[in-house]
């Protein structure tokens, strides 16, 4: 079985401030590593995804994540972040095996402040 | 091009009663997924379709049902409604099967049971 945990359910920062959303993950096969944003009453629209290769993931909006295999983390990270930012973040993952479901995180709320 | 749509955007809906939910897949995709967003639980797996087959099904009771019609688009129905199944629900659709197939995400529909 899978599973997903994000350390912090909320980070407030200042604007322009770095970020960084932490996620560990647990699985007995291989994955594929997904970062979720969800505005208000919005879908879930994705940022990143780890499928194999380099373990620096580049994304949209600035954002990037570390795939560590050693440490099961998969943690995101903004340089600099803008009032826009303020949303819920979650972290997924599916095995590579045969079910295609993805196992989500609780959700990190970021806010971010003026 | 279109993305996942779902309908209707909201429902209210009384105990005991029976509600059925609508996606329609971005154009090509075979796959569909259902998610459950309840206050307090995060995004729950409900259940999987592909090519009009149940491909799997997560830890819900079986008055949770749907079907995937020939065109891909996707119903999930709920019977004999309870308080706790007040959530969003979420829909997501991808190409094919492979593992790496990126999930698409709806709008999600707000259910709300009194």
């Known amino acids: 079985a899978q599973s997903v945990t994000q350390l912090d359910s909320q980070v407030p920062v200042f604007e322009e401030a770095p970020v960084e959303l932490r996620c560990n993950y647990s699985?007995?096969?291989?994955?594929?590593l997904f970062w979720y944003v969800q505005y208000p009453n919005q879908g879930l629209q994705l940022l990143l995804k780890?499928?194999?290769?380099?373990?620096l993931v580049k994304g949209i909006n600035g954002f990037e994540a570390e795939f560590n295999k050693s440490q099961t983390s998969f943690h995101l990270r903004k340089p600099s972040v803008h009032i826009s930012d303020t949303a819920e973040y979650f972290c997924?993952?599916?095995?590579?095996?045969?079910?295609?479901?993805?196992?989500f995180g609780k959700g990190t709320l970021l806010t971010v402040n003026p | 091009e279109a993305g996942v749509t779902q309908s209707p955007t909201h429902l209210i809906k009384t105990r005991g009663q029976q509600v059925t939910l609508r996606c329609s897949p971005i154009?090509?995709?075979?796959?569909v997924y259902w998610y459950q967003q309840a206050l307090g639980l995060g995004l729950q797996f409900l259940l999987w379709?592909?090519?009009?087959?149940?491909?799997n099904r997560g830890n819900f009771p079986p008055r949770f049902s749907g079907r995937q019609f020939p065109n891909y688009s996707s119903e999930l129905n709920v019977n004999a409604l309870e308080l706790e199944d007040s959530a969003l629900y979420l829909c997501a659709s991808s190409a094919g099967t492979s593992g790496a197939n990126e999930q698409f995400f709806g709008p999600g529909t707000r259910l709300t049971v009194l």
């Open positions: 997924a993952v599916r095995s590579g095996g045969s079910n295609y479901k993805l196992t």
């Open positions: 379709y592909d090519e009009g087959e149940e491909r």
């Open positions: 780890y499928l194999s290769g380099s373990t």
């Open positions: 699985s007995s096969v291989s994955v594929y």
């Open positions: 154009s090509g995709h075979t796959s």
